[in-house]
């Protein structure tokens, strides 16, 4: 299988912005930021944030020596903010180590680096015979040996499909290219709905298409219905456009990242009166509307009140309004303001 793969990989491999050419060496830097970024993340959004990351920051040493806040700034809109704490804690690693470990337990190490993560920039920069399994590779693998157990269960099974691949001669041979080659696969012709079985390489070989379940795998267990919380924020802007904003705790949910003053989040809603007791300063406050937001565990819903008073006096930091997009607002942050923007009286 492994022949055939990377005989329609050579023909078909993707132009990615990170991905070496054929007989260029990987660039590790390269390798590991895209794949930090691509956590969560699909290639179509994180290709223009990599191009503006990877200016602002064009080698390990650039984004060591940076201050942690630019590099939140570089990294707003890309979500799962711990990734961006754990990049700048993993460049200063590096830099101190002077290169990248080469191998899978010395990149894991590493501030931020998992088993999947280790296990990619290995196989792609540095040719170890590895297989690290995303999304696409669980897929496919689920598919070419028709694992039905849904998952998390089918993890076990669907590992060791994908090490028996890794073992065969040529897959060795050509690991960077192998596994560039699973990924480009599942991401191309092995889709999670409508696969194109009629132009896999694989397709003779595919025990689930030859059994009629190829669409249908990998199965996954019902998941729970997400819970809910509740917040309000605040937008307060004085006569001469400034915003009020302030820094989360370095630690936790979005920590580090700027936002508009508000309430913890809680589960029940927050009555307005209860909101704006805990305002940032007394003022004529209205209320602008609802912002909603997925964060990985629960819906966020934001309440969401504008003022507008001559001078700000009030815990906290202010930037012109008109310059917010040079801060490290959150996705659900950018909401709130456009909110505003979008509903003024």
């Known amino acids: 299988m492994s022949s055939e793969l990377l005989a329609w990989y050579d023909r078909h491999r993707r132009r990615l912005p990170w991905r070496a050419l054929p007989g260029e060496v990987a ?12 956590q969560q993340t699909n290639v179509v959004a994180v290709a223009p944030y990599y191009a503006r990351f990877l200016a602002r ?7 060591a020596a940076a201050p ?4 939140m700034q570089a990294w707003a809109g890309l979500g799962y903010y711990a990734r961006a704490r754990n990049l700048h804690a993993c460049a200063k690693a590096v830099a101190a180590l002077g290169a990248f470990p080469h191998d899978v337990a010395g990149l894991r190490a590493l501030p931020g680096i998992g088993a999947y993560t280790s296990a990619a920039v290995a196989a792609i920069a540095f040719g170890v015979p590895v297989v690290p399994i995303d999304g696409n590779v669980e ?3 689920a598919r070419l040996f028709a694992v039905e157990a849904p998952l998390p269960g089918a993890k076990p099974a669907i590992e ?7 073992e065969d001669a040529a897959a060795r041979s050509r690991p960077s290219d192998f ?3 699973l990924f480009d696969l599942g991401a191309t012709i092995c889709t999670p709905t409508s696969p194109a079985c009629a132009i896999c390489p694989l397709m003779a070989r595919c025990e689930a298409r030859l059994r009629g379940i190829a669409p249908e795998l990998p199965r996954k267990a019902p998941k729970a219905a997400r819970p809910v919380r509740h917040g309000a924020h605040f937008w307060l802007r004085d006569a001469a456009g400034q915003v009020l904003l302030r820094r989360r705790p370095p630690s936790g949910l979005l920590g580090g990242m700027t936002e508009l003053p508000g309430t913890s989040w809680r589960p029940e809603p927050w009555s307005e009166a209860e909101a704006l007791a805990l305002a940032p300063m007394p003022a004529a406050w209205r209320r602008a509307g609802e912002v909603r937001h997925g964060l990985t565990h629960f819906e966020l819903r934001i309440e969401v009140y504008a003022a507008e008073v001559t001078e700000i006096a009030a815990e906290g930091f202010t930037r012109p309004a008109t310059a917010l997009d040079a801060e490290a607002l959150p996705s659900v942050m ?12």
């Open 334 to 345: 950018l909401k709130c303001v456009r909110l505003v923007l979008t509903h003024r009286p």
């Open 68 to 71: 942690v806040e630019d590099v």
């Open 57 to 63: 920051f064009p080698d390990i040493a650039a984004l």
């Open 160 to 166: 060791a499909g994908a090490r028996r691949l890794g």
């Open 27 to 38: 660039d590790p830097y390269h390798v590991w930021l895209s794949e930090i970024m691509l």
């Open 179 to 181: 596994i560039q080659a």
């Open 139 to 141: 897929r496919v693998v």
